[in-house]
């Protein structure tokens, strides 16, 4: 039981950073987000997606076909709360929180025996990491969005754990780890090529155990058709995730369909020998060069101390961890080098490696998204640092936690009380006011820019669309292997426009940018009825500007 409450605390402390304020906070709501929620609204009414399939396993949304199993978890979630930001995130925000337990089971597994002991009491090495893991930024912030990312990354934080509990006690079946594994493939893309990877490295790490219990698994027929079938649908779901239009979209934003050339400059400083250039400057040797910088950065201190330069997946001037995680990490690597259990290391080590694989083989040179699990080993090695500092030098851990402590309460108030300016842009904040807008001033036609992206999935979440009716009058345009647009829902279309519709078009209520409606328009033409503008949480940029013409 003495163990069991600071788990407890720890968990609850996760779940409370990770609900606050959750529908409100990050300001807005994303395409990705809106196109989750409502397709699960559409799965909880009719049992079909937007574009009326029967319960898919992959769904087409923009024409990015999402995996289903967020979209699956997001449908009890609308069900209770209905179709809102906070039922959309609710299911990471929770995975997000169950991954502390996951991440305390999985550290004292790798490393039992090694309690912080203070005064008469002492603490698993497991809760340090727990704790770790609650309060990073980079697990925090993915945490209170609908990221799918994120609670893949919980899946395979047990999943791992499972395997090596199994690996390591033969009354425990290999079914609940392969079914996680599976799971976690069918939750985000990436998992395609993680999740064997990291089945292989624990494996590899413990094969003698392995060998045992595959030879168990042989004599559990029961066991063995089960993973069997799991396997197979696997396989089928390989087929077609790299075939057709999904493989087509998924193979565009590949590294891979980019063909790096070297540049005339560098033709230039090779005398302009194309031998020499075939030689050393190949298609292959810049490929090379491309992924191996991909991969590289997303270690780089600049990335995970100082600053982050996509507004979406992180605040301004800040890390995605703290600056003082750094030198926790720092001898957690030392801790790491020294300790007994090679096998443990080598599982860790190889958790961290893995996870930024396939961030590096997309176009995006960096991708903190789809490095999301390199949060799980960083927790753990920051909290080896912290146990290998305790033990080892008291005093300068004490003055090293005070600041820490001031490095956490500083960046938690610049999340919670500063950021909303800053992240409310690349959350698309704007959307549900312009669409309250359209409730509000009725009109025979409503005409509303493009120019944000995919402005039909915001009209059809924040008025709550029969899905019925969508499903039936859908008019998506494909994009190709690149994402499509919808014209029009109903009287509502979505596409650009200037002066000159608004100055001749009656009866239209007209929702734009500032290049649509620019400062210079005139307001008091005879056409406008009224006009309204949509600005920031600053009250001072604006989004969107509406003006009603006269019927």
Not at 124 to 129: L, S, V
Not at 164 to 180: A, C, E, G, Q, Y
Request: charged share 15%; glycine share 6%.
């Amino acid at each position: 039981m003495k163990k069991i409450i600071p788990l407890v605390l720890i968990f609850l402390l996760a779940l409370s950073l990770r609900l606050v304020d959750l529908g409100n906070h990050p300001p807005g709501l994303t395409w990705d987000e809106a196109a989750l929620g409502y397709n699960a609204y559409s799965i909880l009414k009719t049992g079909r997606d937007e574009f009326g399939t029967f319960l898919p396993l992959i769904f087409k949304s923009f024409g990015d076909y999402k995996p289903g199993v967020y979209v699956y978890l997001t449908v009890p979630s609308v069900a209770l709360f209905g179709l809102t930001e906070f039922a959309v995130r609710f299911p990471s925000a929770l995975f997000g929180s169950l991954a502390v337990i996951g991440i305390y089971l999985l550290t004292n597994q790798l490393f039992p025996k090694k309690p912080l002991v203070i005064r008469n009491s002492s603490l698993d090495i497991g809760f340090i990491a727990a704790a770790m893991l609650a309060l990073m930024p980079w697990h925090l912030h993915f945490s209170r969005g609908g990221w799918e990312v994120n609670v893949f990354a919980t899946m395979i934080l047990f999943a791992t754990y499972f395997l090596i509990r199994s690996l390591s006690d033969k009354k425990l079946s290999l079914l609940v780890p392969i079914f996680l594994f599976v799971l976690s493939i069918f939750t985000y893309q990436a998992g395609k090529l993680l999740a064997p990877l990291i089945i292989i490295l624990i494996l590899v790490s413990n094969w003698d155990s392995a060998k045992i219990k595959a030879v168990e698994l042989k004599k559990n027929k029961f066991s063995l058709i089960i993973c069997l079938l799991l396997l197979g649908v696997t396989a089928f779901y390989f087929v077609q995730t790299t075939t057709g239009p999904v493989g087509n979209r998924v193979s565009r934003l590949s590294i891979f369909s980019y063909k790096p050339k070297p540049s005339a400059q560098l033709i230039q400083t090779d005398n302009n020998n194309l031998f020499s250039v075939a030689v050393f400057h190949s298609q292959l040797d810049l490929l090379v060069r491309e992924i191996s910088s991909r991969y590289l950065y997303h270690f780089s201190p600049e990335l995970l101390f100082f600053e982050n330069s996509t507004p979406r997946e992180a605040l301004p001037k800040m890390g995605l961890l703290y600056l003082f995680d750094a030198i926790w990490l720092i001898f957690g690597a030392i801790f790491l080098l020294r300790y007994e259990g090679r096998r443990s290391s080598l599982i860790l080590l190889g958790l961290l490696f893995c996870a930024p694989i396939g961030a590096s083989l997309t176009l995006s040179e960096f991708s903190v998204v789809r490095a999301l699990l390199m949060t799980v080993p960083l927790a753990v090695i920051t909290a080896l640092g912290f146990y290998y500092v305790w033990k080892n030098h008291r005093f300068i851990f004490l003055v090293l936690f005070f600041l820490y402590l001031h490095n956490i309460f500083l960046n938690l108030d610049l999340y919670f009380n500063h950021s909303r300016n800053f992240l409310a842009p690349s959350f698309n904040y704007g959307y549900k006011q312009a669409i309250e807008r359209i409730k509000t001033y009725p009109a025979s036609r409503v005409v509303m820019t493009d120019v944000y992206g995919q402005p039909y999935i915001y009209y059809l979440f924040y008025t709550k669309y029969d899905p019925a009716t969508y499903q039936r009058d859908n008019n998506f345009i494909s994009g190709g292997v690149d994402v499509g647009s919808v014209p029009s829902v109903g009287n509502v279309e979505f596409h650009q426009f200037g002066n000159t519709e608004i100055s001749t078009q009656k009866d239209v209520l007209f929702i734009g940018n500032n290049v649509n409606i620019p400062d210079s328009f005139d307001y008091h033409q005879d056409n406008v009825e009224f006009f309204d503008q949509i600005n920031l949480p600053d009250d001072l940029t604006p989004v969107f500007r509406i003006i009603k013409t006269r019927p």
